[in-house]
Each structure stands twice: as C-alpha cells, then as structure tokens.
C-alpha cells in the first residue's frame, strides 16, 4: 500500500548541530508539505513543495531549508539547531494543491 | 496574511451531549477540510467543503460552510469516548494555513 513515512521517529540533539528529518511518500504526490506542532500553536508551516525542483517558504521557514530532488521526497534540514526548534514535526503529501493532505506518522525533536 | 481563527480551543463534555467546533477565517475561502488529530497520533482528513452554504454529513458529525465562505463548523451529535482528539480546519487558499484546533475530552 502507498504511503508517507518519516525518520527518524525521536531525535535527540545539541544546540547548533545540523539535523535532517526525512520525508518518504509512495504515492507519487506532487505536492509536499512540513509542518510543526506546538502546544497552543496547532499545526504552523514550515515549507512545501509543488513538485520536483520547487520550494516554498511557508509561515515559520527562518532556521529552516528543504529540496526536493524527486517526487518521493522532502528532507528537511534544520542548519543549527536551536532550543526554539524543539517540536513534532509532521510531513504531509497530496495529488493537488487544495486536495487531501496525508500526514506521516510524525518525529519529535528535542534540542539541548 | 490570511488568517483562521477557531474557537473553542477547549471543550470538555459528559458523554452523550453535543459538541461544536467554529473555524472563521478573515478571507473568502475557496474550500476548507477538517482534520480529526488523536492524543499522540497524525491529522487525518475528515472532509472538505467546497460550496457556499454546504452541508455535509458522517454518521454523527455534521459539517457546514458558510454563506459567504468565510467561516465553518463542524458539529458532534451525543459526543462518544471515540470521539477524543483535536479537530482543526484548514485552509489553503495560497498557502496552506491551519486553525489552532479544539481538543475534545469526553467524560464517561
């Protein structure tokens, strides 16, 4: 069955380290998004894509960078970790731009 | 900026009574979905809504457009323990754009 996965699912870090969280859809999506989830914040964007090559920034996208290489995936980077940073964050897919999103199970981040 | 106002952030109930979620938005939307997210889970897509006025229904939930496409309800008939969770709208007209959601707790 398709499906959207992500890596790794708990992530411990320091303060400046690089980190990447990986993205994985099967569906053959066009469109990819990142989100992150804080309490009393919902779900806030962070970048999407619309397909390969194509890169968005969305309403929380300082500290952050993502490429989109193919259609399979969106890795998202963050260039130096910072406390501020520590959240879930979720990693969604669709076949249109206002269609369905599918989320991935989600990855928490915590940085020391 | 567009943005999604939803109310209430919080709704506890006795199960069996109602419950209802409100999602207003500053802008004329295009479309709005709904989104059911349980304790430590994803979001998953409910439904979404297209039309002016529209109504829609799934068993016990009703959801409801507004006439002018600016603001959505969705409605819980004799809440369930199933039922926990947070609910959230979305919008993505431009770029895609989250209510804070409301998080149901349903006491037994």
């Known amino acids: 069955d398709a499906e959207i996965t992500q890596s790794p699912r708990h992530k411990i870090t320091e303060t400046g380290r690089q980190v990447t969280l990986a993205c994985h859809q099967t569906?053959?999506?066009?469109?990819m998004f990142w989100y992150r989830q804080d309490l009393g914040h919902g779900l806030r964007l962070i970048h999407y894509?619309?397909?390969?090559?194509?890169?968005n920034k969305g309403e929380v996208s300082d500290g952050y960078s993502v490429s989109r290489s193919n259609t399979e995936d969106l890795p998202l980077t963050l260039e130096s970790a910072a406390s501020s940073q520590t959240s879930v964050y979720f990693c969604?897919?669709?076949?249109?731009?206002?269609?369905?999103?599918?989320f991935g199970p989600g990855t928490r981040l915590l940085v020391l | 900026g567009q943005q999604v106002m939803q109310i209430p952030q919080y709704q506890h109930v006795q199960e069996g009574e109602d419950f209802t979620t409100y999602c207003n938005s500053s802008?004329?939307?295009?479309?709005i979905q709904w989104y059911k997210q349980r304790p430590g889970g994803h979001p998953v897509f409910l439904i979404q809504?297209?039309?002016?006025?529209e109504v829609k229904k799934q068993k016990r939930l009703t959801f409801q457009f507004g006439e002018a496409k600016k603001n959505s309800s969705l409605h819980i008939t004799a809440t369930q323990t199933t039922d926990v969770g947070t609910y959230f709208c979305?919008?993505?007209?431009?770029?895609?754009?989250f209510g804070d959601g409301t998080t149901l707790t349903v006491k037994p």
């Open positions: 969604a897919s669709s076949v249109g731009r206002q269609e369905t999103q599918y």
């Open positions: 802008t004329t939307l295009s479309n």
């Open positions: 979305l919008t993505n007209a431009g770029k895609s754009t």
């Open positions: 569906w053959n999506h066009n469109n």
């Open positions: 809504l297209v039309k002016s006025g």
């Open positions: 894509s619309y397909g390969v090559q194509d890169t």
